[in-house]
């Protein structure tokens, strides 16, 4: 079995590997927690504790899933709010779990609706043993507008939200952020200058993610209504890497140390958002599908790419990828990726063609006698679309034309013989 280093230092606390479990439904007390240290997580955001003023009334059912061409959880919708347990027993888990797992990583996620709570409840759990505090921004379900997605959109706010905590504990803390927002990059700098020493990101994204044709109401039903709630899972790791890459690429953010959530469901997902920036990965919507299990995976899929790519600490992967994104007036434009064809894998169904005529421009016509596609390169602007609709993989990326302007000459090279740009 490969072995490699996946442990990482993330705002001055070692964590063994990477992977923790986000604050949500799959470590909302003890025993869950207690199992998946057990599993050989790295870490927990513990499910995030309010003050003891808030109770938490939960709806049902609270759940959704957006399918596609019937593969489920390509997204999960979820209306649940923060712990519904007493504060004293939360804090008696994070006690607890400190106590039975010393070298395991305890994150206590808090949120409340006013400074005096924010402070109060980061001393309470700083005094509890956990070793990192992290402040929910950003949940798009919460009852009160005090707290939630409506707070992490406010830079003011975040601000002295911040503040707060950092005059309730010295632990180091990260401000979790909603994906709510045009751009992250204010929110972030003034949590930044209200002390966070870090930041998670992605909160869940506000959705509607079904509608019930029947009963014309959107799922989940609560007696006959719905509302606007979180969506998660798969879907939304776009939207993630996005936003990791806005903040690493911005000025004065190039370092700055990202817990990274949204889509984490295999080990090419985790080592995206490293590569990308993330120093460490939360996960909630993969352990709801598979259970704590999955972390075996997650890891020796990460340590066989550490294997690869010739990697013996995996903080040397972050933020590799960052450098290579950038605005799309900088993209080179003399550049041109013609497809290329494998006709022993063409079974001839004609979804390249189709795509080609109805959805790009007709550089593919059909041969009827033959039973297969016809490429004309004048016509091709190389989008690639055919590659990506063939369902056995026919078609890959093949030359590469420099048009002038570049280098002087055109010149056509094989894709496969590239490398990219140090």
């Known amino acids: 079995m490969i072995k490699k280093d996946l442990s990482v230092d993330f705002l001055g606390v070692h ?95 808090i949120m409340g609706p006013t400074e005096d709570d924010w402070e109060e409840l980061a001393r309470l759990v700083e005094e509890a043993g956990a070793d990192m505090i992290e402040m929910n921004l950003s949940c798009p379900q919460m009852t009160s507008h005090a707290m939630g997605a409506d707070v992490g959109t406010n830079p003011d706010l975040c601000q002295r939200y911040c503040a707060a905590v950092k005059r309730g504990s010295k632990l180091p803390m990260m401000a979790k952020m909603t ?57 939304v790791k776009p ?47 993969a352990v709801m599908q598979y259970g704590y299990r999955i972390v075996e995976d997650l890891k020796n899929g990460l340590m066989h790419y550490m294997e690869e790519q010739g990697v013996d600490h995996l903080s040397d992967l972050v933020g590799q990828a960052t450098k290579q994104i950038v605005p799309a007036e900088q993209l080179d434009r003399n550049y041109k990726v013609y497809p290329k064809i494998d006709w022993d894998k063409c079974i001839g169904c004609g979804r390249c063609f189709i795509s080609c005529q109805d959805g790009a421009h007709q550089a593919l016509s059909w041969d009827d006698d033959q039973r297969r596609p016809v490429f004309d390169k004048s016509k091709c602007v190389g989008c690639q679309l055919c590659a990506l609709v063939c369902p056995v993989h026919a078609i890959t990326l093949g030359l590469v034309e420099m048009k002038p302007g570049r280098e002087g000459d055109p010149a056509t090279v094989d894709v496969a013989s590239q490398r990219l740009p140090s």
């Open 15 to 109: 964590f063994e590997n990477p992977f923790c479990l986000s604050s949500s439904p799959v470590g909302n007390c003890y025993e869950m927690c207690a199992r998946a240290f057990d599993a050989g997580w790295g870490g927990v955001v513990f499910k995030t504790i309010g003050p003891a003023d808030f109770k938490v009334d939960e709806v049902s059912p609270r759940f959704d899933e957006l399918q596609k061409e019937g593969t489920p959880f390509v997204a999960f919708k979820n209306m649940e709010q923060i712990a519904e347990h007493p504060l004293a027993q939360n804090l008696a888990d994070l006690r607890k779990l400190k106590q039975n797992y010393p070298d395991k990583v305890v994150i206590a996620s």
């Open 179 to 235: 994906p709510n927002i045009t751009t992250m990059i204010p929110v972030v700098k003034a949590c930044l200058a209200g002390g966070a020493d870090g930041i998670a990101l992605i909160n869940t994204v506000k959705s509607v993610a079904n509608v019930d044709l029947e009963k014309k109401v959107g799922l989940p039903i609560v007696n006959g209504q719905s509302a606007v709630s979180g969506l998660s899972g798969k879907a």
């Open 239 to 285: 939207i993630a890497l996005r936003f990791l890459q806005e903040l690493r690429s911005a000025a004065g953010l190039e370092q700055l140390p990202v817990s990274g959530i949204g889509g984490i469901e295999t080990w090419s997902d985790a080592a995206e958002f490293i590569l990308l920036g993330a120093t460490t990965l939360q996960v909630t919507t």
